[in-house]
């Protein structure tokens, strides 16, 4: 209203050419008025609203306040009985199953709770704040949902559960101890009810009425163990007993099914007791019936099993087959057989009296009705046994007799098979002995002449081909051996074996050495050397071959060239040089110098000039001077055969300057003196 008044009067003012003063402060006075009223209505208005405000949020507090404290007094009324609840069904899994339903509990639906009752602090907390800063009474609950009631709700609550959980897992370990005493009654009613299976049958039976003496104390033995099992099984009828009671006493579930087979086992443990009585009665009074029988069959065993055993060795000795290799060892068997005979008198005594035992123990069975009498419990040989073996071995005496007879007669002919091959071996082997030696000598002792030790040699192997029917005669005797079988000779040290190599050795002997000189001719007349030279390398030689065997080792070749005055040195370039000496002399490298190998080494050294060196000079002479030669040369300056042969042989010759085909003659010429 003061607005529209204003805004006229403004109007007015304008519309006016001049205005006065009084109008313009009449009008600025309007407009004063008009805006401190409207700063005070929009100061109301704001108290106002913040008043409204403030009540509303705190009416929607006291609202939510009241739903969750509602809700959570709910939970905690619906949960505290179920947690105050202390009763099973008495058994493990429902136990189990209760204790995961707490778990559950614990985990799942009470952690959300602890957040909700923190919640529903705070808001009270909350709402109570702002009350008391707007100057408002503070809120009041309803009743039974004060921030109390709740703490001794959720007080209660905690006690149920904690109270809870002790009583669970108590219960749970009674039960527990239930099922294992269950499981464990079980068990040993399974055992009990098995080990019984049969007995009371068994006991029922009258099987020792018809039994020999030997049965019924095997009967009566058995019978004992079982006393003895029974004895054993007492206690554990008792502890089942006691389990029982236990399980009773605890309250189990299906104590009625235990306490019903309780009752059967100890029924039949009674009824066993009374047949096991019954049972050993019967077997004594028929166990004293038959111990006569017994004493006469007891007799009979201690005879009997020393004769049978007798009879059997005896049977054994008298078939088992010999193998001798001698008259004493053979005339031993005779003396042994005749020392056998000389107690067969005895043994013809045990016989009879053997037989007059079971002859007793026939009567007396059949003067009593014994049955199964006749049936030995103590020995496993019976009369007619007996009378069977004793006939076998007055069988078998004769015919032993005549076996060590033929062996005898068979070993006399051996021994003179070994006389005949030992008379002629201690012939040939000394013979072949001396020859060697004479062999020996001649190939490595000192002679005039190279020819006469060859002449010697050859007379030697013409003798030796002379001895050869000595030989073809000991194979004939040996031959006889053989198939008579003897392995031993003590009338010779010479096998046929032993002379067999010694003659092969001698053969190879002589031909080695007739080789040998042969060669040392030819080498002799090639060098041009004499026979005092021959014979002073012959005696170095010998010299260092210690061992008499023809060779010498590199450490004895060695000593033998410084002792003929070689200079050998002993530092590494000397045994470079001695290593290529070796391997001129020992091209095989079979790790020793033959004589024929040394003499011809000392016999290049001696004459110097057949090197490979002189024979390059030779090729560079035909080849006028230059470093190669070509086929034409040579089949114009050497034989056909040796022509063809060295351009077999040559290499092609590479050097610039050189035709197409240029020969090597150095190359060829140092292959022809390599080491």
């Known amino acids: ?22 109008s313009i402060i009449t009008y600025v006075s309007s407009y004063y008025h008009y805006f401190a009223h409207a700063r005070e209505a929009e100061s109301a208005a704001n108290r106002v609203s913040k008043a409204l405000a403030g009540r509303q949020g705190n009416d929607d ?6 739903r969750l404290a509602s809700d959570l007094l709910g939970w905690i009324q619906r949960t505290t009985p179920w947690l105050e609840n202390r009763v099973t069904d008495n058994t ?49 609950p309803k009743e039974g949902r004060m921030v109390s009631d709740i703490a001794n709700a959720w007080k209660n609550l905690d006690n149920a559960e904690r109270g809870f959980e002790d009583w669970l897992l108590s219960e749970m370990m009674r039960l527990e101890r239930l099922d294992r005493l269950a499981q464990k009654f079980k068990r040993k009613a399974d055992i009990h009810e098995e080990w019984s299976k049969g007995k009371d049958e068994l006991l029922s039976r009258n099987d020792y009425r018809n039994a020999t003496l030997s049965e019924v104390k095997a009967l009566k033995r058995k019978h004992g163990a079982f006393e003895s099992d029974l004895a054993v099984h007492q206690e554990r009828v008792e502890q089942l007993a006691a389990i029982a009671e236990e399980l009773n006493k605890l309250g189990y579930h299906d104590s009625p099914a235990i306490n019903s087979r309780c009752q059967r086992i100890c029924s039949s443990w009674d009824r066993l007791g009374v047949l096991t009585t019954q049972r050993r009665q019967g077997i004594d009074e028929v166990e004293k019936i038959l ?24 049977r054994e000795d008298l078939v088992d087959m010999f193998i001798v290799h001698s008259i004493e060892a053979t005339q031993g068997l005779i003396n042994d057989h005749e020392q056998f005979k000389s107690t067969l008198i005895e043994a013809d005594k045990e016989y009879r009296l053997l037989v007059g035992i079971f002859q007793e123990v026939q009567r007396f069975a059949q003067q009593h009705n014994i049955p199964g009498a006749l ?36 070993q006399q002919q051996n021994e003179r098979i070994r006389r005949t091959f030992a ?34 040699l050859i007379a030697c192997r013409t003798a030796v081909e002379a001895f050869r029917p000595h030989i073809d005669e000991l194979e004939q005797y040996r031959q006889a051996e053989q198939e ?23 053969l190879t002997s002589i031909n080695r050495n007739i080789n040998e000189v042969e060669n040392q001719i030819l080498t002799r007349d090639s060098k041009g050397i004499t026979s005092e030279q021959l014979n002073e390398f012959r005696l170095s030689f010998n010299h260092f071959d210690k061992n008499r065997s023809g060779r010498l080792t590199p450490e004895e070749f060695k000593a033998c060239l410084l002792s003929l005055g070689h200079n050998v040195r002993n530092d590494k370039q ?15 490298m079979s790790g020793y110098v033959k004589f024929d190998s040394f003499l011809d080494y000392l016999t290049r050294q001696a004459a110097g000039t057949d090197s490979a060196d002189s024979l390059i000079e030779s090729f560079r002479v035909l080849a006028q001077d230059r470093p190669f030669i070509t086929p034409e040369d040579l089949r114009r300056e050497l034989p056909p055969d040796q022509a063809e042969y060295c351009i077999r042989k040559m290499q092609p010759y590479r050097l610039p300057g050189a035709p197409p085909n240029a020969l090597d003659y150095a190359s060829f010429a140092g292959t022809l003196y390599q080491f």
């Not at 909700?116 to 702002?130: I, R």
């Not at 000397?574 to 095989?588: A, H, R, T, Y």
């Open 92 to 140: 493990l899994p429902g136990a189990r199953k209760k204790l995961d339903e707490f778990r559950t509990y614990r985990t799942q639906h009470k952690p959300p709770r602890v957040g909700q009752k923190g919640q529903l602090e705070t808001a009270f907390n909350t709402l109570q704040t702002k009350l008391r800063l707007n100057n408002r009474p503070p809120y009041m």
């Open 375 to 410: 049936e030995n419990p103590y020995s496993s040989s019976s009369a007619q046994e007996i009378t069977n073996k004793w006939n076998e071995v007055r069988q078998l005496v004769p015919r032993r007799d005549q076996a060590l007879q033929q062996e005898m007669m068979r």
């Open 1 to 22: 209203m003061l607005l529209l008044n204003a805004c006229t009067f403004f109007s007015e003012i304008v519309a006016t050419d001049r205005p006065d003063e009084r």
């Open 61 to 66: 507090l006291e609202n939510e306040y009241d």
């Open 423 to 456: 008379e002629k071996a201690n012939v040939v082997g000394p013979w072949i002995e001396k020859q060697l030696d004479i062999v020996s000598s001649i190939g490595m002792g000192v002679h005039k002449s190279l020819e006469e030790a060859l002449k010697k």
């Open 291 to 314: 111990e006569r029988v017994d004493t006469l069959h007891l007799d009979f065993a201690k005879r009997v099993t020393p004769f049978n055993n007798w009879l059997d060795g005896a």
């Open 484 to 506: 008579a079988i003897i392995l031993e000779n003590k009338y010779t040290k010479y096998s046929m074996e032993t002379l067999r190599v010694g003659w092969e050795q001698l």
């Open 574 to 588: 000397g045994e470079s040089q001695f290593l290529k000496i070796m391997s001129s002399v020992d091209p095989n």
